[in-house]
């Protein structure tokens, strides 16, 4: 459904992107750029939490490293993820990515599945302060 304003959105979604280095192996030794698969600054769309670890992983969908037109859905700590923030979602191929729906039904049942409006930028505002080890 549009409006006067344009396409109306689906739902609203935290948003990171990948860090630039992340460190990996024992004690974090080793520096990479971004992961095996999203590239260093890759844009990813952050799925409610599924579990209860306080957002240590998370499941996100954004482009491939290799694929750039097809969403992928996976896990990863939320440690190698950055700047995040509130975004509308208005791609159809997006909320199926995030919430696994068939075709069609991400009008129906998409924003169910997304993120209130205030728990997104509760967590986003978290996940953005400095961690304290």
Wanted: proline share 7%; net charge positive; aromatic share 10%.
């Amino acid at each position: 459904m549009e409006s006067a304003t344009g396409p109306e959105p689906l739902g609203i979604c935290v948003v990171a992107n990948v860090a630039q280095e992340t460190s990996h192996g024992h004690g974090g030794l080793e520096i990479r750029r971004g992961l095996r698969h999203f590239a260093p600054g890759a844009k990813v769309w952050i799925a409610p939490p599924a579990w209860g670890d306080g957002g240590e992983r998370v499941i996100v969908s954004g482009r491939h490293r290799g694929n750039s037109r097809r969403y992928i859905r996976i896990v990863m700590e939320s440690r190698f993820l950055e700047n995040f923030r509130v975004r509308a979602v208005y791609s159809p191929a997006l909320v199926r990515a995030l919430t696994q729906l068939d075709p069609g039904d991400e009008k129906e049942y998409g924003a169910r599945w997304l993120w209130p409006a205030e728990q997104a930028e509760s967590w986003a505002q978290d996940w953005n302060k400095p961690k304290t080890g």
